[in-house]
């Protein structure tokens, strides 16, 4: 809004002070008030204003707000029903001038900002647990993506058969997208198989649990292992839950550990003394060259070999598609889809 337009607001009244009996208007012609140009832009439905008056200040709720392009020379003004000319002489006598007008947000937007945010309820955690986390993400820039199912189900069953409970989860929650080509060819492993044929995995796959549902201080926690997948290059990257949680478990001296693609979350987070936390640690995952040949350099956010160099990681690598595992201290990464097992045996190796 403008001062070139004029703006009818309906409003409901209350005086929010007590305030000495007000003057009913004079018969005859009123005085007419000198022109004073307020401020009233922005006026919207359901905004609260404040507005005082001889001393006396009165709260309003607007109601409705209209315009009218043939009052240019007139100041903009708010309608506050029930007073006399005495207030102000335009229009039918209705109107208050105000001398201070307060704005605020409608009413619906403030009750939402003092309601307490409700914590997420967090999940049971069992002794000697290991949570796997996965994307929640289906389309990387129009690609259709999500995860690489060999790298949650190899380090899955490798878990479990190493006597650890294993809580799969996702940025979101719920069912975690799959990466179709994960599904084909040589790609879907005997591993792989066997977990989409296997109703308890596939049942904690269909409903991962939130990452937020997690008490990431609990000491039963032994290690975070994050999957791989395109997926995570929108969800694992700015993500202060991810973040927090691989903080959480580093500064505990935990084990954390990524394979892949995974290894992307890593480069948002730091050490306990504020440095980055790959900064003078080898570490390892989807490497430059492996990138050109799938085709994605250009969707991906940036390239997790770079990234780490340019963070002060000592990042290494083998040939193409090998299996490629680094261990620095706590933290274990892989390179590619097929150190997904070998990494996760590191983990366990690490544990121990």
Not at 118 to 146: D, F, M, N, Q, R
Not at 160 to 179: C, F, M, Q
Not at 277 to 298: C, P, Q, R, W
């Amino acid at each position: 809004l403008n001062l070139n337009s004029t703006v009818i607001v309906h409003i409901c009244l209350s005086v929010l002070s007590v305030a000495p009996p007000l003057a009913m208007a004079p018969k005859g012609k009123a005085t007419k008030a000198p022109k004073v140009v307020y401020d009233y832009s922005g006026l919207e439905k359901d905004m609260r204003v404040q507005a005082e008056s001889e001393g006396v200040y009165y709260a309003a709720e607007v109601v409705t707000v209209s315009t009218a392009k043939n009052r240019s020379k007139a100041p903009v003004k708010v309608h506050f029903s029930g007073y006399g000319k005495e207030y102000d002489e335009w229009v039918d006598g209705s109107r208050l001038r105000s001398k201070a007008l307060k704005k605020e947000a409608p009413k619906e937007k403030d009750a939402k900002k003092e309601t307490p945010k409700k914590e997420t309820p967090k999940i049971e955690i069992k002794p000697k647990t290991i949570v796997v986390v996965c994307t929640s993400a289906a389309y990387l820039k129009g690609h259709p993506t999500g995860l690489w199912l060999e790298e949650l189900a190899a380090p899955y069953y490798i878990f479990k058969e190493a006597g650890y409970e294993v809580v799969i989860a996702s940025t979101r929650g719920g069912p975690i997208p799959l990466d179709e080509n994960s599904l084909k060819g040589d790609f879907f492993t005997a591993e792989a198989k066997k977990f989409m044929h296997d109703g308890e995995a596939f049942g904690a796959m269909a409903h991962s649990v939130r990452l937020s549902a997690i008490d990431w201080k609990s000491s039963d926690i032994k290690a975070i292992f994050m999957c791989g997948g395109h997926g995570v290059e929108i969800d694992f990257v700015r993500n202060n839950m991810l973040k927090k949680a691989i903080e959480t478990t580093y500064a505990a001296d935990r084990v954390v550990s990524a394979v892949c693609h995974g290894p992307i979350c890593l480069a948002q987070c730091k050490k306990p003394d504020g440095s980055p936390l790959v900064k003078d640690l080898e570490t390892t995952g989807f490497s430059n060259s492996e990138e050109d040949a799938v085709g994605l350099t250009d969707k991906c956010v940036y390239l997790i070999e770079n990234k780490f160099k340019e963070l002060g990681g000592v990042y290494k690598k083998a040939d193409d598609w090998s299996p490629h595992v680094v261990v620095a201290g706590k933290l274990v990464t892989g390179q590619n889809p097929q150190s997904s097992a070998e990494c996760a045996k590191a983990v366990i190796k690490t544990l121990a």
